[in-house]
């Protein structure tokens, strides 16, 4: 379940994992699968130039809200719109609590995802880049300082709200880790 991270540039936005069997990750508007979001970072940890180059994550951006749809209501299992609305109809979730545990195979399900948010989005690549000297990040139009950026990157190492299924970390999620836990760029600085 998305969460409430603190923005710079636009106070605080929803940021994670809108259901468990999908590793696609929101932004507010935009929409990228996390396996881009930790290969990218695992990337920029290791750049050697300073600041480094921006870096695109590939994803999608829905610019009307109710295009978006309504993630209480399709959890509920009682409002079905917009592109979650879909996620939901395919990928309900569980009847029993106990269930609700992030997938680590959820990248799996790219393809079906990429064809349900395709009537709704348009294909972005979404700029990262980094900003006074490692202390401030961006993604897209969304600037966040180191700390709050450090807890976007916890967030998805954790498996986010409700954190992963059996504490199972994708690979891909623990080769960031290890990527970013050995980087010496600034904006890493801190980071566990």
């Known amino acids: 379940m998305p969460l409430a991270f603190h923005s ?3 106070g605080n936005v929803a940021f994670g994992f809108f259901n468990i069997e999908s590793d696609m990750l929101l932004l507010e ?8 979001f930790c290969r990218c970072l695992s990337r920029y940890a290791h750049q050697a130039d300073n600041p480094p180059p921006t870096v695109f994550l590939p994803g ?11 993630l209480m209501g399709a959890i509920h299992g009682i409002r079905y719109t917009g592109f979650i609305g879909d996620v939901y109809r395919r990928f309900p979730f569980p009847g029993d ?3 609700f545990r992030q997938n680590p195979l959820g990248a799996d399900s790219q393809e079906t995802l990429k064809s349900l948010i395709v009537p709704y989005a348009r294909g972005i690549d979404i700029p990262m880049a980094e900003r006074a000297d490692g202390y401030e990040i961006a993604i897209g139009d969304y600037r966040f300082s180191r700390s709050s950026f450090h807890q976007l990157i916890q967030y998805v190492w954790k498996g986010g709200y409700p954190r992963w299924k059996d504490n199972l970390q994708p690979d891909y999620v623990q080769a960031m880790k290890a990527s970013l836990l050995q980087s010496r760029r600034h904006m890493f600085d801190g980071l566990d």
Not at 62 to 70: R, S, T, V
Request: no cysteine; aromatic share 20%.
């Open 8 to 10: 710079l540039s636009h």
């Open 29 to 36: 508007k935009y929409f990228f699968f996390s396996t881009v």
């Open 60 to 70: 999608f951006v829905i610019d009307l809200p109710e295009n978006i749809g309504d």
């Open 97 to 99: 609590p106990r269930d």
